[in-house]
């Protein structure tokens, strides 16, 4: 059995800012597992399904990023689950838009849905799958980052998005099915 964890915020409001494209990924992925995702135990959204034979918990935390890393630890106690079964997929600032990478392990990177579930789970040996958002440019970027990630995807990335939703979903299951090695090697190095 694995886990496999969109990282958002819960609420219409913030449905489809750059943050919650962790959200976005596991609903791409919920048709192709035969999930549906419900409100459940571990403060989250849960579905069960299978892709390529293996069994999938599917969790959307419900807690707000900050404290996510609880419903992942309770759904990896609870089914016991290894860390390295766990995938977390979540936005990233640090890559363009659209670009996809996996990696095992490592630091959050300023990401607190990250810090949470390192914290929550007292390792940090998870796979995550980094869905690139860009950051903001010019002057005073850095402070504008806040607001960048908790808006909207502009109209050019609005166009481009299902297509590279679909191909974040199709990296999940290559991990599913083939491995982190395969997922790694097919996905980190393609351009979006």
């Given amino acids: ?108 990177g300023g990401h607190n849905g990250l810090k949470s579930t390192v914290s929550s789970l007292g390792e940090d040996g998870f796979i995550r799958l980094r869905f690139g958002i860009g950051k903001p440019q010019g002057p005073n970027a850095k402070e504008r980052v806040a607001g960048y990630v908790l808006s909207n995807f502009d109209d050019g990335e609005r166009r481009r998005l299902d297509e590279l939703l679909a191909q974040a979903a199709d990296a999940a299951e290559t991990w599913v099915r083939d491995g982190l090695a395969t997922a790694m090697n097919r996905y980190n190095k393609r351009a979006p």
């Fill in 1 to 108: 059995m694995k886990i496999i964890c969109g990282l958002g915020n819960p609420g219409r409001e913030y449905e489809r800012h750059r943050h919650n494209v962790g959200f976005m990924v596991v609903e791409a992925l919920l048709p192709r597992a035969r999930a549906e995702l419900h409100q459940g135990k571990f403060q989250a959204r849960v579905g069960q399904g299978s892709l390529g034979g293996e069994k999938i918990v599917f969790l959307e935390p419900q807690t707000y990023m900050n404290l996510s890393g609880r419903s992942v630890a309770e759904a990896a106690r609870f089914y016991k689950v290894a860390v390295e079964d766990v995938l977390i997929i979540h936005d990233e600032l640090d890559l363009d838009f659209g670009r996809l990478q996996l990696k095992a392990g490592g630091g959050s």
